[in-house]
């Protein structure tokens, strides 16, 4: 029961995101962008990080980073390890 009260929070969150689209958007490509560097541990700080200086989405930022994540770091890891 903890768990889906939790999920529903964070869904409702998403959706009432403050700012313009503008703001949220570029918080979006700020995530997707640092998600793709080879700074693997450090992406979610980046991402908020950047996001903080070109005044984007800070939440935003952060679920660019975690929804590409997962695609985009077995290729980064095989691109280091050769």
């Known amino acids: 029961m903890e768990w889906k009260r939790l999920v529903r929070y964070w869904i409702l969150r998403i959706r009432r995101m403050r700012g313009d689209p503008h703001n949220v958007s570029l918080g979006v490509a700020i995530g ?47 691109v280091a390890i050769k």
């Open 32 to 78: 997707v962008f640092v998600s793709v560097t080879p700074s693997i541990p450090f992406h979610a700080f980046m991402a908020v990080s950047l996001a903080y200086l070109f005044r984007g989405n800070k939440l935003a930022a952060s679920l660019g980073v975690w929804v590409s994540n997962p695609l985009t770091i077995p290729f980064s890891i095989m």
